[in-house]
């Protein structure tokens, strides 16, 4: 065997030596590997309602409430429609940027629309609205948007539907039968557009034929699209809340989460987070948990206490 043949031989030989080492090194790692299970750490939001709450003229400004939240360690925002002062689209290309550079996510868009109404012409009104509330979501670059079936209006005011625990009659001559009919029809005639502008809609149990979590499920059954999902508020069931929530915790794609420092503003909820958060564990949610703050005491107290509770019952 002459020098280059030898030279060749004993480099063939190194290299399948080398290469037979590492394969039973990458076999008894591969043997002797633990298996890894990711954690997700829980991201919370919070609602421009929080702060203005329809009567803190100082908090109405979504900027503002951005500023806020981001100094004060959210992850993410949800903006309650009614609370925004315009929507033209400088004003909302302004917000976009606004939670940018403070690292937020605009997370939820919370509207309100109802299609509980005898009248074909002021159902087929809130239908139009919706479709130009989910544009407005498009154009703010949010993800889902909370919409409610809406109510009867046969309670005198909002405070008197909470002094009955959100529970009015029909208008005469017509059944909450009718009613379903309404929302899922309602509803329906908006999925077009969600589809369209890639935002999904969540359900709420709010009110309204959304009272109950029976009622909430049948409609979104009814429809049965991808585009038709829950949000979750856990303050809006006043008996048994925990049941309720897990009977649509499958899918939710936003939990809104109720705190009541300082007393709450129609009635307060003793809620057991913890609870709250292996529930949602035990049904995979990995969404935002956006706090609703809806107590008496300053937001800019009580908000920040929010989310220290929030984190540590979640983590």
């Known amino acids: 065997m002459n020098f280059l043949n030898r030279r060749t031989f004993f480099q063939a030989t190194a290299a399948t030596l080398a290469a037979t080492a590492l394969n039973r090194t990458n076999t008894a790692t591969a043997e002797n590997a633990v298996p890894v299970t990711p954690k997700r750490r829980t991201r919370f939001a919070v ?52 939670a940018f550079v403070n690292s937020l996510d605009l997370c939820g868009f919370s509207t309100h629309q109802g299609w509980v109404n005898p009248s074909a012409e002021i159902r087929k009104r809130n239908t139009d609205k919706t479709i130009r509330s989910i544009e407005l979501a498009y154009r703010l670059g949010i993800p889902t948007m909370r919409v409610n079936t809406g109510t009867w209006g046969t309670s005198k005011s909002f405070d008197d539907l909470m002094a009955h625990r959100g529970i009015e009659s029909p208008v005469k001559g017509y059944t909450e039968e009718d009613a379903f009919g309404w929302v899922i029809d309602g509803l329906s005639d908006c999925l077009e557009a969600a589809k369209r502008c890639g935002v999904t ?51 939710a794609v ?30 995979n949610f990995r969404g935002y948990v956006s706090l609703e703050f809806e107590g008496k005491e300053n937001p800019r107290t009580a908000i920040p206490k929010s989310l220290a509770m929030l984190q540590k019952a979640f983590a």
């Not at 002062?85 to 004003?91: F, G």
């Not at 709450?264 to 949602?280: N, S, T, V």
């Open 47 to 98: 609602s421009s309602y929080s702060f203005w709450q329809f009567k803190n003229i100082d908090l109405r400004s979504i900027e503002t409430c951005i500023d806020l939240a981001s100094q004060w360690g959210f992850d993410g925002f949800e903006i309650l429609e009614r609370q925004m002062e315009n929507t033209d689209n400088a004003t909302l290309q302004r917000i976009k940027q606004r």
């Open 201 to 251: 809609l969540g359900l709420e149990n709010h009110w309204g034929l959304g009272r109950t979590p029976e009622g909430v499920m049948r409609i979104v059954k009814a429809i049965n699209s991808p585009w038709l999902k829950t949000t979750l508020d856990t303050g809006n069931f006043l008996e048994d809340p925990y049941d309720r929530l897990e009977l649509m915790a499958d899918d």
């Open 254 to 283: 936003l939990v809104q989460a109720k705190t009541y420092y300082g007393g709450g503003l129609w009635y307060e909820l003793d809620l057991d987070y913890p609870r709250i958060a292996q529930l949602l564990k035990k049904h």
